[in-house]
């Protein structure tokens, strides 16, 4: 369950951001996930909820959305942009498990699917970020 | 907004010791170096995790022998153990291929590795880093703020070149330096040596080639009985490794 390391790190850096904001309670946290590292949601938004029993009363009434993001490439040497939904068939399993702990490694077992350049850039959909936090001081 | 960051420092807060195996070159041993003080560390009865940093060109596995294992999956990563070494390396997940990265993806799958691998409890963490003062160095500087770092070096004058900027850096950002090792020693010269103490950096020796080396790699038990080994200890006990 990788999902639990990455709901603790999206929880860790909210509670800093707070720290830092002066906010006393955070009401809602928006959550980006990129579909390149294909993150079971499930488990993800289950391991949110129970690092959140464990944080007392700031995080106590939050409210978590969670925004699935279409992960786009981009060839440096084509210039050809693709999106990772039309490569995945290609990939086996082992290669797509790969991708799912680090994402950077889409560059290890997939091509630019017109030049076949290793060298391409994840323009969007990456991994997991925050969109925004909202809370009251 | 950056989301892996900040869990970071709790994932190595059970570990007492970070030491960073570092050069100015390539080719000069840090990933023996790295990998054979894993491996002396652990016979010596410590906890020992092995990270391996050179994201191109990892070369750790190959030292060690390992094969067929992958992390274990529980609330993160869990590194497999090799010679009683929690071992983590990209070669898990590029199965050897050739790795091209460029700067920023190197930033990112340096945090991704920090932020979901679980050492739990250790007394050293060894970081095999890759040459020069690129993407790894100032990340392990930046991410990593209580590493030390023990820089490896040959006999050339080329090779110290560069290994006098690593150090000058370093030494520019107040970073502990464990000290210098020589390796790959073939005559009695002092220049190394002296270099070190110009810089007014602690020398710690040197290793001399060891030509039957080469039949050790891949094989932790046989590492530990070579010519190598022997010296590197030596070299240990004027440390405080």
């Known amino acids: ?137 | 907004m950056e989301a892996r960051v900040s869990v970071i420092e709790k994932r190595l807060k059970s570990i007492k010791r970070i030491i960073s195996v570092a050069s100015g070159k390539g080719g000069v041993g840090k990933s023996l170096v790295a990998s054979t003080l894993a491996l002396n560390l652990v016979e010596k009865g410590h906890k020992v995790g092995l990270l391996d940093l050179d994201l191109y060109g990892p070369s750790s596995h190959i030292i060690l022998g390992v094969k067929d294992v992958f992390p274990e999956e529980e609330k993160g990563i869990i590194p497999p153990k090799i010679h009683g070494i929690k071992f983590m390396s990209i070669v898990y997940f590029t199965e050897d291929k050739p790795s091209a990265f460029r700067g920023i993806d190197i930033t990112n799958i340096i945090i991704e590795l920090l932020a979901i691998t679980q050492w739990g409890a250790l007394d050293y963490l060894i970081i095999d880093m890759p040459p020069g003062i690129g993407d790894e160095t100032l990340d392990v500087i930046r991410f990593i703020k209580k590493s030390e770092f023990l820089v490896v070096t040959t006999p050339s004058k080329v090779v110290m070149g560069a290994v006098s900027k690593l150090l000058k850096i370093l030494k520019e950002l107040k970073i502990p330096v464990i000290g210098v090792l020589e390796n790959m020693k073939m005559t009695e010269s002092p220049i190394i040596e002296d270099s070190i103490i110009e810089m007014n950096l602690p020398f710690i020796g040197s290793i001399f080639f060891d030509e039957n080396l080469e039949d050790a790699i891949g094989d932790g038990d046989l590492l530990l009985k070579t010519k190598f080994m022997e010296e590197l200890d030596n070299n240990l006990k004027k440390t405080n490794l």
């Open chain 1, 1 to 137: 369950m990788h999902e639990w390391a990455l709901a603790e790190s999206i929880l860790s850096t909210v509670l800093e951001a707070a720290e830092k904001e002066k906010l006393k309670t955070i009401a809602e946290i928006k959550i980006g996930i990129g579909e390149l590292q294909q993150i079971e949601q499930d488990i993800f938004e289950f391991a949110l909820n129970e690092i959140i029993k464990s944080h007392g009363k700031k995080l106590k009434n939050v409210k978590i959305s969670i925004e699935t993001e279409e992960s786009t490439l981009k060839c440096k040497i084509c210039e050809h942009t693709w999106k990772f939904s039309d490569m995945k068939k290609k990939l086996n399993e082992d290669e797509s498990e790969a991708i799912h702990f680090i994402p950077e490694v889409a560059f290890v077992h997939t091509r630019c699917p017109k030049c076949g350049s290793p060298d391409f850039e994840i323009t969007t959909g990456r991994g997991v970020s925050i969109i925004s936090i909202k809370g009251k001081r």
